[in-house]
């Protein structure tokens, strides 16, 4: 037995001295990430561009800024040049351009000796036809607040909301937390719709005395996005290994979307 074990290291001791690193060289394709709203109010409206970095690489913001970085958009027939901020990487919206609404906007991006590109559509704001408060009682009876809004908003773009009440979810960034409300086909003429939302408080001891509420109207194709990577299969995790889908062509990837807001101001005693 003491013998066997003897040889079961010797061999062990063989095998390992036998290893020799190899160094693999994974292929890269270095592209533009490119990720922009256009159409909100002007401190949420944002445009990011940096370049993606060679597998295994240390993720490092400053190795991803392009060089030679520089946007324009196209709006209703005119070209904007964008300038672009201290930190290298994001574009200040022009301020001249005419209101961000109902229209189609183009981006071309360059830099590092690449181009891309992307266009979206900027839909009309959505318009509040009416809204009402409602009281209500919790579960525990406490006092509580809803608030019904009924909108007109273009037909098949993506709807949410974010407000001092819990109405879906808040967070600062545009965008960031999502809700998709499903909008009948438009029975009129002028590819607009009536929808509703409600919203209600979810603090069991105080109701503020007003609330403001920010509904986003977002083109379609953001909808697309965040559906593609939960396509069909069986994979593990339920992921069927589906890449993103992006509306960015060229040398880049990522996504540039329009958007437009209505604010309203609601009393709720």
């Not at 013998?3 to 290291?9: K, L, N, P, S, V």
């Not at 159409?39 to 409206?45: A, R, V």
Request: charged share 20%; net charge neutral.
């Amino acid at each position: 037995m003491i013998q066997r074990i003897a040889a079961a290291f010797l061999i062990l001791a063989v095998l390992t001295s036998c290893e020799v690193p190899i160094e693999v060289e994974l292929p890269h394709t270095e592209r533009l990430v490119v990720d922009g709203f256009i159409g909100l109010e002007p401190e949420s409206s944002e445009l990011r561009v940096l370049r993606t970095l060679p597998p295994l690489a240390k993720v490092d913001v400053s190795a991803m800024i392009v060089p030679g970085l520089s946007a324009s958009i196209e709006w209703k027939g005119t070209s904007y040049p964008l300038a672009v901020n201290a930190d290298s990487s994001t574009f200040v919206l022009p301020p001249d351009a005419p209101s961000w609404d109902d229209g189609i906007a183009r981006l071309v991006v360059r830099g590092a000796g690449k181009s891309a590109a992307a266009q979206t559509r900027i839909p009309k704001r959505p318009l509040v036809v009416s809204h009402r408060v409602i009281d209500s009682l919790t579960s525990w009876g406490s006092a509580a607040r809803m608030v019904v809004v009924d909108l007109e908003v273009d037909t098949g773009t993506v709807v949410w909301a974010t407000g001092g009440l819990r109405f879906l979810f808040f967070d600062s960034r545009p965008m960031s937390n999502y809700g998709l409300k499903e909008i009948a086909p438009s029975t009129g003429n002028n590819g607009r719709t009536v929808m509703r939302l409600v919203a209600s408080s979810w603090d069991p001891y105080s109701v503020p005395d007003s609330v403001t509420i920010s509904i986003t109207s977002a083109d379609a194709i953001y909808d697309r996005y965040l559906r593609s990577p939960y396509g069909g299969g069986d994979g593990l995790f339920g992921f069927s290994g589906v890449n993103p889908w992006f509306n960015v062509q060229g040398d880049g990837i990522g996504l540039f979307i329009g958007a437009s807001s209505t604010k309203i101001k609601v009393g709720l005693r």
